[in-house]
């Protein structure tokens, strides 16, 4: 090998060095190691070599035992759902109607029953989008109707409560067309449901709003043409209608409102009775015997530990739908 070819492999070799160095930012580390290389090229020639191999594996065990490749950020969603509000879960997960009622003694419920039930309803669901709303909010419902145009009827109202359990779950939507009240009464998983719509998503503090049918008739006047509301998303707790009710005269009223337990919250009692009525009327009751029903534990129905159960049974039964689902297809 004459002298021409040995600079040319030593080049070569040096410019491969200062690439490696470059790319783990040595350069300052680099300019010092290759600067005494570049003095002895013309003088050791092959031996300069060695010593940039040299320089580079040490420089290489330094950072190498320093430097920690950091983890790359996943973005992609674990299927979790605790991105959830508590009260806002999965409807398909958690619904009012999936709490079975209040039987005493305990060993008297059909708890297979209520299993097969939600089961059912869970199934429903998958073929039906049915969304979240609550006693107050604005809907919007399509069902089959063979003497209707296209075979379709859809209805609008404010809904003024719902109530049931499982597949026997109801909802009551009103509204006021040309001056008259429309009352419909739905049932949630019937077959001839075709289409739920959230026109506007809200929830009042009363779970029941039957006094509707007594209060200003604005509240209950919704167009048929209205636009869906963007309701907040489930990750963001829905605010609570705290308002007061306007009600019409206490002459005109269908039911006394006033003596109903509990009161209702969402109602302007207080323009016809002042306090001292209502003490009145809790001492009238206490002589009754009536006084003990807001402190009767049977009417409290704690469902706190029955949801969290519910919550991880829906889950089996979604899993469980799903593997017979790809069997059959």
Same mark, same amino acid.
């Given at each position: 090998?004459?002298?021409?070819?040995?600079?040319?492999?030593?080049?070569?070799?040096?410019?491969?060095?200062?690439?490696?160095?470059?790319?783990?930012?040595?350069?300052?580390?680099?300019?010092?190691?290759?600067?005494?290389?570049?003095?002895?090229?013309?003088?050791?020639?092959?031996?300069?070599?060695?010593?940039?191999?040299?320089?580079?594996?040490?420089?290489?065990?330094?950072?190498?035992?320093?430097?920690?490749?950091?983890?790359r950020?996943?973005?992609?969603?674990?299927?979790?759902?605790?991105s959830?509000? #508590?009260?806002?879960?999965?409807?398909?997960?958690?619904?009012?109607?999936?709490? #079975?009622?209040?039987?005493?003694?305990e060993?008297?419920?059909? !708890?297979?029953?209520?299993?097969?039930?939600?089961?059912?309803c869970?199934?429903?669901?998958?073929?039906?989008?049915?969304?979240e709303?609550?006693?107050?909010?604005?809907?919007?419902?399509?069902v089959?109707? #063979?003497?209707?145009?296209?075979?379709?009827?859809?209805?609008?109202?404010?809904?003024?409560?719902? =109530?049931?359990?499982?597949?026997?779950?109801?909802?009551l939507?009103?509204?006021?067309?040309e001056?008259?009240?429309?009352?419909?009464?739905?049932?949630?998983?019937?077959?001839?449901?075709?289409?739920?719509?959230v026109?506007?998503?809200? !929830?009042?503090l009363?779970?029941?709003?039957?006094?509707?049918?007594?209060?200003?008739? =604005?509240?209950?006047?919704?167009?048929?043409?209205?636009?869906?509301?963007a309701p907040?998303?489930?990750?963001?707790?829905?605010p609570?209608?705290?308002?007061?009710?306007?009600?019409?005269?206490?002459?005109?009223?269908?039911?006394?409102?006033?003596?109903?337990?509990?009161?209702?919250?969402?109602?302007?009692?207080?323009?016809?009775?002042?306090?001292?009525?209502?003490?009145?009327?809790?001492?009238?009751?206490?002589?009754?015997?009536?006084?003990?029903?807001?402190?009767?534990?049977?009417?409290?129905?704690?469902?706190?530990?029955?949801?969290?159960?519910?919550?991880?049974?829906?889950?089996?039964?979604?899993?469980?739908?799903?593997?017979?689902?790809?069997?059959?297809?």
């Amino acid at each position: 090998m004459n002298d021409y070819s040995r600079e040319q492999l030593i080049i070569f070799s040096f410019s491969d060095a200062w690439v490696f160095l470059n790319r783990y930012c040595c350069i300052i580390m680099s300019t010092r190691i290759l600067t005494p290389a570049v003095r002895c090229l013309n003088y050791h020639g092959t031996e300069t070599v060695n010593i940039i191999s040299m320089r580079c594996r040490n420089v290489l065990k330094r950072f190498s035992s320093s430097f920690v490749q950091p983890k790359r950020p996943t973005l992609k969603s674990d299927g979790s759902k605790t991105s959830f509000v #508590p009260g806002r879960e999965d409807p398909k997960l958690f619904s009012s109607e999936y709490i #079975p009622p209040l039987v005493r003694p305990e060993w008297h419920r059909n !708890k297979l029953k209520y299993r097969l039930e939600r089961m059912d309803c869970l199934r429903r669901r998958n073929v039906v989008n049915i969304p979240e709303f609550y006693p107050g909010s604005i809907l919007a419902v399509t069902v089959y109707d #063979p003497h209707a145009a296209g075979q379709k009827s859809r209805f609008v109202g404010r809904c003024l409560y719902r =109530d049931g359990f499982g597949l026997g779950c109801k909802f009551l939507l009103r509204n006021i067309v040309e001056g008259e009240g429309i009352e419909i009464v739905y049932q949630l998983y019937s077959p001839v449901m075709l289409k739920y719509e959230v026109l506007r998503l809200e !929830k009042w503090l009363d779970t029941d709003l039957r006094y509707l049918r007594d209060a200003d008739p =604005d509240y209950c006047t919704i167009s048929f043409d209205m636009p869906a509301e963007a309701p907040l998303p489930p990750t963001e707790e829905l605010p609570v209608f705290k308002g007061k009710v306007k009600m019409k005269k206490f002459e005109l009223w269908n039911f006394n409102y006033h003596k109903a337990w509990p009161r209702p919250y969402n109602a302007y009692l207080e323009e016809y009775f002042v306090e001292e009525d209502f003490m009145e009327q809790k001492v009238m009751q206490e002589k009754r015997g009536h006084g003990h029903l807001q402190y009767d534990i049977c009417k409290h129905y704690d469902t706190r530990q029955m949801k969290e159960e519910i919550t991880k049974e829906m889950k089996l039964n979604q899993k469980r739908i799903e593997a017979v689902d790809k069997k059959i297809s």
